[in-house]
């Protein structure tokens, strides 16, 4: 079964009204061939173009179920351990694997939640989840420290009774060397692919095996020496490092949450700026960058010669935004908004011929990051615009 589609090119006698209508909502299953019948068939699937973008996503959403698995199959090596030996410091360690699993699933909601194209009511996409996520992660940390000090100042009362300690240590070890390789690649996931929420699920996953390397240690020193009160005291200095993750993890997501500066993507947008410079651009400033995952929206002014017209002035700026948005490495668009000389800038700017310079072009220094997040740069002795052309 299979349909035949007829698409007149565009110029007169192209439908209109509803009828365009409805080719336009059906266009994604037209073959667009001008006025030639092209035959396809009525279930033709649509074939997305791969894009970096797409392989990004895929990648992180690769690295969120591998998370979540490995995470799942080491919660029930844990307790095994924990029930054969009776240690505190090897329940410290299965208790924050389920909050390890509880925090992978998260993540990988709030990944792919994150992918969701922006739409009306989120204009700058769904990113922000990913920073949500973070959040959440450093507070199930904390909440695992409060769990293990617990359980430790416990076990320093009643008393531990440890046994099987060969066997509780061959699976905390081999615990801890696979939650090393999954932390070190979700925090390289992370980065590599600009995902918060992947980078704070492997600093929390690192966490397990940095307490999986100090239960190992306990149990060691527990069997040598035979002291058992080694093995609460190791839980309780756990609990302590955990509460000092948690706490940075949460810093660390909330800063975007509230829009803060990330003076590392203003340093690289400013590089980009100076980088591909257009003829007539003559300054950057007021730039403010918000983050949603991924993805930064770029405001900025941009300063122009006073007398060139809307229709230039658009273009340069048009053409100043994609230039450097094809090599700003992460995500994002940017917003100029476009204001005149009005001659304060006449030492700085070589364009030729100006109608209205008031002083000699003198060279033009590099923009800086101070000048370019300043809301209104000020000059010495600069023009007061007294005899400035009105419109």
């Known amino acids: 079964v299979g349909c035949s589609v007829f698409r007149p090119r565009a110029g007169p006698g192209a439908l209109t009204g509803s009828s365009g209508s409805t080719i336009a909502r059906t266009a994604d299953r037209i073959v667009r061939t001008g006025y030639r019948r092209t035959r396809i068939p009525a279930t033709m699937p649509a074939v997305e173009a791969v894009t970096p973008k797409n392989r990004d996503d895929w990648r992180r959403t690769r690295a969120g179920y591998i998370s979540l698995g490995v995470s799942l199959v080491l919660l029930a090596a844990k307790f095994a351990a924990f029930l054969w030996t009776g240690s505190a410091a090897v329940l410290s360690d299965a208790l924050e694997s389920i909050l390890n699993v509880f925090a992978a699933g998260v993540a990988l909601f709030a990944i792919r939640l994150a992918q969701k194209p922006r739409d009306r009511n989120h204009p700058y996409g769904h990113g922000k989840i990913e920073f949500v996520s973070a959040a959440f992660e450093g507070g199930l940390i904390s909440f695992a420290a409060v769990l293990i000090g617990y359980a430790a100042v416990r076990a320093f009362w009643i008393g531990p009774e440890i046994r099987e300690l060969d066997l509780g240590l061959a699976i905390v070890l081999g615990a801890g060397i696979a939650n090393a390789a999954l932390g070190f690649f979700l925090l390289y996931s992370g980065r590599r692919y600009s995902s918060i929420a992947l980078e704070a699920d492997g600093k929390h996953v690192l966490t397990d095996f940095w307490t999986s390397a100090a239960v190992v240690v306990a149990l ?31 810093r660390q997501a909330l800063g975007p949450l509230l829009d803060e500066e990330d003076d590392t993507v203003v340093r690289t947008l400013v590089d980009e700026f100076e980088a591909h410079l ?44 994609r230039d450097v948005m094809r090599t700003f490495e992460p995500d994002g668009e940017i917003e100029f908004h476009i204001e005149p000389c009005e001659r304060l800038y006449c030492e700085r700017c070589s364009w030729e011929p100006c109608p209205v310079r008031v002083q000699p072009f003198d060279g033009r220094p590099p923009l800086s990051v101070e000048e370019a997040v300043r809301p209104d740069p000020q000059f010495p002795g600069q023009y007061d615009g007294s005899d400035s052309i009105t419109v």
């Not at 069997?223 to 058992?228: A, F, N, S």
């Not at 005291?233 to 948690?246: K, M, Q």
């Open 220 to 250: 060691i020193l527990v069997r040598v020496t035979g002291k058992q009160w080694i093995d609460p005291l190791c839980a309780l200095l756990i609990s302590l490092h955990l509460v000092r993750t948690g706490i940075g993890l949460l």
């Open 278 to 321: 257009v003829p007539g651009i003559i300054n950057v400033h007021s730039v403010r960058v918000i983050r949603s995952g991924r993805f930064h929206h770029v405001d900025a002014h941009v300063v122009v010669p006073e007398f060139w017209d809307i229709h230039t002035a658009h273009a340069r700026a048009e053409k100043y935004e």
